[in-house]
């Protein structure tokens, strides 16, 4: 289950071997990822661009555990999660994955201390530790003084950070992003890519970004491209 | 923080649809247990009858006629203690026609005997026995028309036609609400001296008292047997039974009461279904993000049957606490002051509040159990790919 690939002491922790992703329109077929091979490294911070329909997003609802590749080997953190069940994958991920989508979705009658607690009531934890982590997740990001906040109170940049704290509460190895930036002005852009960099480089996070932004993708490590399902070299 | 307090917590989204839906289930409740207690106050009224009251009167129908030394003959049957007349009078204020009272002609003395249940004090009770155009009158009914002790009534009779006079000799009150407040009683002879040929020297009915409330069905056959081979022949029954038998001509309008009781809490399950539906719709990418950051089908599922089951319960809730005074206050003491006689109680039950309360949590969880099964099912990715 463990096995992993090690180069130059760092391990990877995710590999792809000859996954493929076919989806069906009716009697259509779609290729959506053809054979890919991909690995990438414990404590790295990679991008994935590419075009509209390049299947960058199902490259990364892969990674995340949110979906199963129609063939290949998909090991994220040491398990293959190719022939693993939805509640399985459920659980997987809410040990292992933090998310930070485009659009924040906070619960808006939740406050932000509260949103960041949410995926915390699915472990076995007292409701003061709950509440613990999720002030020192916002704290980690700069919101100790909008705890009490709702999400209609916050900026939206104010409301990617909570996001990030909701996806850090729970000590996850990898983040996956999907166009973190897409809905911030620049400067808000920058302070969330800077705060993904300290997740990164403090935290020693797993940092996978699907953006369209060349100024996002400039903030990671490596930066793959996808073009028509496929690696571009 | 909980799983079920953030489903609760999900009613306060948006505020103006929860306040209609809270004010619909609220309704539903209220309606059912007004329903519910107009069936219980009704089918309950013979229980609060007087179990040691025997009532007599003409074989064929209450319409018609005994003779009044009928009543001195059942007086003489073993067990009969004392012995009551009545005849119903059918007057009317002509100040208002379209209000209805009970005018009752009847024997004082006697009545008060029968009926120990009448309350009024010594003087008011001895100027009534000493004035033959002397009136006793309810108290509900005195408040309601504006009458005191000593106050000159003139009504207007519909079986007995003419202008009659009344002196409000007193006021009475009940220590049982088997007999209503809103009657009132004068004295037989003042009818019946104004009465010729076949009208006269007769009565409505015959009330006995017995000193065996057991022995109401022996009394009773003696009384009809005493009086089977005359002219007019004559059926008895309790007082208990004599409601019954009243409350089996309206056995139709008692179902018609509970199947409304039972399809208006239906309508509110829809309109909260609808309602749980519509939020389940619009939040079908915060149910992506939930599943993904690792919530369970079963888990989503929770929080639409909570956040209905938390509607239905602060609905109910309010309904159950505007139905005690709307239905006690309000409606039960119109009910008990005036019709008395079938609605003796007409009081919420706590078991027909909890019943209410239950329904309204149950039916609108029930109501949700669709939009949750939808939600569970929702594919991830699915869901994810809505949020833009």
Known sequence: MSESHNFGGKSDIIALSKVSKTFWRGKERLDVLQDLNLTMQEGSFEALMGPSGSGKSTLLNLIAGLDVPSSGSLKVAGVELSQMSEGDRAGFRAANIGFVFQTYNLLPVLTAVENVELPLLLAKLPAAERRKRAQTALR????????DHYPRQLSGGQEQRVTIARAIVGDPKIIVADEPTGDLDRHAANEILNLLGKLNTEFNKT???????PAAAERASICHRLDKGALAL | MTLLGVAVRNIKRSKLRTALTLAVVAIATLFFILLRTVIWSWTSAS???AKDRIATRHKVSFVMTLPKRYAEEIAQIPGVKAVAYASWFGAKNPKDESDFFATIATDPKTLLDVYHEIQTTPEQKQAWFENRRGALVGDALAKKEGWKVGDKVTLTGSIYPGDWEF??????????????RSTLYFHWEYMNESLTGARKDQVGWILANISDAGASGRISKEIDAKFGERDLQTVTMSEAALNQSFLGMFSAVLKAVDIVSIVMILIMGLIVGNTIAMGVRERTNEFGVLRAIGFLPKHIAQFVLG???AIGLFGGLIGVALGYPFVNALVGRALEENMGNMFPQFRVQPGIAALGLALAIVLAMAAAVLPARK??????VDALRRVG
């Open chain 2, 167 to 180: 002196f409000v000799s007193g006021i009475y009150t009940t220590t049982t609400t088997n007999v209503d």
């Open chain 1, 140 to 147: 980690v990001v700069g919101l100790e003084d909008r705890m």
């Open chain 2, 47 to 49: 229980e609060f009858s």
């Open chain 1, 207 to 213: 940092i996978v970004m699907v953006t369209h932004d």
């Open chain 2, 375 to 380: 939600a569970a099912s929702l594919k991830v």
């Open chain 2, 307 to 309: 956040e209905a089951a």
